[in-house]
């Protein structure tokens, strides 16, 4: 039996985009990440990407979660998922911060089943969105 040394590790030069965007947490899944990546919500480098686009050290990643929109600079490149700790020096985050409560938009909700509005929840409705005072 001969023991040969083994070949020392060698990082990634590159990594698939829905791979990245999993093991990195911004995603719960890798399934979900290639399913953002076919629905055009990931972007790199300001490109649309597809699930197997490779990103290297650099890449921008934009990726729109129900959140809001992320922006993301690859620092790291990883395959497997890891820690969150870990995870986060992985990418610098230059998403802005979410607007205060106050800037938010509100938006008119019904219960769903509720019918038709009658005329007095029509004004209340435009009331809010500030249609007619």
């Known amino acids: 039996m001969s023991t040969q040394p083994k070949p020392p590790f060698v990082p990634p030069t590159s990594v698939r985009v829905d791979s990245w965007i999993w093991a990195v947490r911004v995603l719960k899944t890798r399934s979900a990440a ?50 969150a700790a870990v995870a986060a020096e992985c990418f610098e985050d230059l998403t802005p911060p979410p607007p205060p409560k106050e800037e938010r938009v509100l938006t008119a909700v019904r219960d769903r089943g509720a019918g038709r509005p009658t005329k007095k929840d029509r004004r209340e409705i435009d009331r809010l969105l500030g249609e007619h005072v």
Do not use: F, P, W
């Open 34 to 83: 290639t399913a953002a990546s076919k629905a055009g919500h990931v972007t790199v480098n300001d490109e649309r990407a597809k699930a197997a686009q490779s990103v290297r050290i650099g890449d921008e990643v934009r990726v729109r979660t129900g959140e809001g929109e992320r922006t993301l600079v690859v620092r790291r490149l990883i395959v497997k998922r890891v820690s």
